[in-house]
């Protein structure tokens, strides 16, 4: 039976979309036939860190507006086998979405496709709310800072009260990433510790998502970051898709790089 999963947050900026494509095709690498939607009308950017922005024809809203068929809209991903991608406009309004038509999309995908990953778009408007509105499980993304967790925990209210689960008095699944974690900001009392992100939002930890330079490098040559094997975000990103699924493996939270008496003494002296 298809899972439908939606990557949230509600504050922009806070790696969406680049979790959506990670987990996306961790999924699909995992053999589960996978498609990634874009909700972000308007402001699509999944088409360009998915390395298919140069194949779009057509997009979500000519499917719902009956201007396409679903099966031309869909990009299949050509290093990832079982993985689709389904943009969406640049052009439209978010108001071009309308909720009959993410319906009769996402039951359209639910006959071929194990997972539907949903990318939502920043704030608590139109798109973010279809997006997250047919969800099965959810994925709340969200940096290690206070304006940040405050955003995330605004969504998962709004998970907990209006999404179709909510309606039918279903409790909806949901899980944090912490992405952009960087050791030593925590250690300087510039960002929150893990533990405190978790009193505060009170959701299972599928992840921690360090700093990392090969995210930025990943976006800018189109290609999701969980196939960077190297890269310590990429193995970071597969390990939360396993526990995704339901691989039992802990959580571990990174440690600053201990430093030698030479480095340590310059930074007294500095």
């Given amino acids: ?59 979500l809203i000519n499917v719902i507006n009956g201007d396409a068929k679903l099966n031309q809209a869909l990009i299949k991903d050509k290093r990832v086998e079982n993985l689709y991608v389904l943009p969406t406009s640049q052009t439209r ?11 009769r ?36 993304v969200s940096n290690p800072e206070v304006s940040s967790v405050r955003d995330a925990d605004r969504m998962i209210g709004l998970l907990t009260s209006k999404s179709r689960r909510a309606e039918l008095g279903e409790t909806m699944p949901q899980h944090l990433l912490l992405t952009r974690y960087d050791c030593e900001r925590v ?25 990392c330079p090969s995210v930025l490098q ?10 960077d094997e190297k890269s310590q975000a990429g193995r970071a990103y597969a390990e939360a898709v396993g526990r995704l699924v339901g691989e039992n493996t802990p959580v571990v939270v990174p440690k600053a790089a201990k430093r030698g008496l030479f480095d340590r003494l310059l930074r007294r002296s500095a």
């Fill in 93 to 103: 309004d978010k108001d071009a979405l309308s909720q009959d038509g993410v319906e």
């Fill in 1 to 59: 039976m298809a899972k439908v999963i939606v990557v949230t947050s509600g504050k922009g900026g806070v790696g969406k979309t680049t979790t959506a494509a990670a987990l996306s095709t961790g999924l699909a690498l995992r053999g589960g036939k996978t498609v990634v939607i874009d909700f972000d009308v308007g402001l699509r950017n999944l088409d360009l860190i998915m390395g298919c922005e140069r194949r779009v024809v057509y997009d």
């Fill in 105 to 140: 999309v996402i039951e359209s995908l639910k006959a071929d496709f194990d997972y539907i990953v949903c990318d939502s778009p920043a704030g608590i408007e139109r798109g973010a709310y279809l997006a997250m509105y047919y969800a099965d499980e959810a994925i709340v």
């Fill in 218 to 227: 990943a976006s800018n040559i189109g290609t999701p970051v969980i196939l």
């Fill in 187 to 211: 250690e300087k009392g510039e960002m929150l510790k893990v533990e405190d992100v978790q009193e505060i939002l009170a959701i299972p930890l599928i992840g921690i998502i360090p700093e």
